[in-house]
């Protein structure tokens, strides 16, 4: 049985390399490094605000996550959340963990005053199956995303760590 819960710090390493295996997985993130550190420090902050979800095996083994945050809309001002990340282990795909793990996030943001959920595919990971789990957990296809480079990923070193930056916030 798999039990769907918050994580805590001690989920952490698993957390990362659950992180690492999304990455490898997905073709949008190749050449793109994954920052270790900056991965942590992220997901602690989100582990801290209770905004991180995990599907844990009865053997203790963490097989997804969906990390989100809650703020409030640009426009509208409405309160909202929106998914960081969402990740099912291959070998735990197909028992429904994403939607599960979407449902136990939804309700967390409902919890946090959010009456409006963003998510979204950009990695490139089964973006079709993607689509289908948001729809089957009742998300609107509300258009796509779109993505420039402005400084080669090489020279984007430059800008990672600017002193006064929130961790994971780019200046």
């Not at 710090?9 to 949008?28: G, I, K, S, W």
């Not at 735990?92 to 449902?103: D, F, Q, V």
């Amino acid at each position: 049985m798999t039990t769907i819960r918050p994580a805590d710090r001690v989920n952490l390493p698993a957390l990362l390399r659950l992180a690492h295996a999304l990455h490898d997985e997905a073709p949008n993130m190749r050449g793109v490094p994954l920052d270790d550190e900056r991965t942590i420090a992220n997901f602690s902050a989100l582990v801290d605000a209770g905004l991180a979800v995990i599907a844990q095996g009865a053997d203790g083994a963490i097989a997804g996550f969906m990390l989100f945050d809650v703020g409030f809309h640009q426009w509208t001002g409405e309160r909202m959340a929106k998914e960081e990340g969402l990740y099912v282990a291959p070998a735990s795909r197909g028992r429904m963990l994403a939607n599960r793990l979407i449902a136990a996030a939804e309700a967390r943001a409902m919890q946090e005053g959010a009456i409006l959920f963003h998510a979204g595919t950009w990695t490139g990971t089964a973006t079709e199956a993607a689509c289908a789990v948001y729809a089957r957990a009742g998300f609107a296809d509300v258009g796509r995303q779109f993505r420039k480079r402005l400084v080669p990923l090489e020279s984007a070193e430059v800008n990672r760590n600017v002193p006064g930056t929130q961790a994971g916030v780019p200046p």
